[in-house]
């Protein structure tokens, strides 16, 4: 299986390397607990506290592996600063055209999927804003397609 390279700030390569380093050392301990804990309970057969401890088991599993596939393909994206064009690692304000009327401004950190957090402004680079941004300078506008409909954004800066 090849893996597909895993875009990440240096910030996010070090918080995926947490959370993997605490589902191993921590989490995995006490659901393992709560395992046996399940299993002093009596038959397993009937015990619904023993069922949502392997399913918790099989979430954390699951975390881990995934975890340790992204980290295994990242590419740690250099965040240069101010530039001209948007690229992954830029932060990019834009404001959203509608008619004669603007949007306040918006400022969007063009990361890889791994650790986009759109509430937080972290938008992934194979987003539909995200990949219309890409390449663009300050200025520039592009409409993008949106489930509502066609959405214009203008950029006004690129740090």
């Not at 895993?6 to 390569?13: D, H, I, K, P």
């Not at 954390?60 to 101010?82: F, K, N, Q, S």
């Not at 008619?99 to 990361?111: A, D, F, K, L, M």
């Not at 509430?119 to 804003?129: D, K, M, Q, V, Y």
């Amino acid at each position: 299986m090849v893996e597909e390279t895993a875009f990440l700030t240096a910030e996010g390569y070090e918080k995926l390397q947490t959370e993997l380093e605490h589902l191993k050392t921590v989490r995995r301990h006490e659901v393992a607990e709560n395992i046996r804990d399940a299993k002093e309970g009596g038959d397993i057969s009937e015990n619904a506290g023993y069922e949502q401890a392997k399913e918790e088991q099989a979430f954390v599993e699951g975390r881990i592996m995934t975890l340790e596939g992204i980290l295994r393909a990242a590419a740690i994206i250099e965040e240069t600063g101010p530039t001209d064009q948007v690229g992954l690692g830029s932060r990019v304000t834009v404001v959203e055209i509608a008619g004669e009327r603007r949007s306040p401004p918006e400022t969007y950190h063009i990361v890889g999927s791994a650790e986009a957090d759109p509430s937080s402004g972290r938008i992934s680079n194979e987003s539909p804003l995200g990949k219309a941004l890409i390449g663009l300078s300050a200025s520039e506008s592009v409409t993008v397609s949106a489930p509502a409909g066609d959405i214009r954004f203008e950029i006004v800066s690129i740090q």
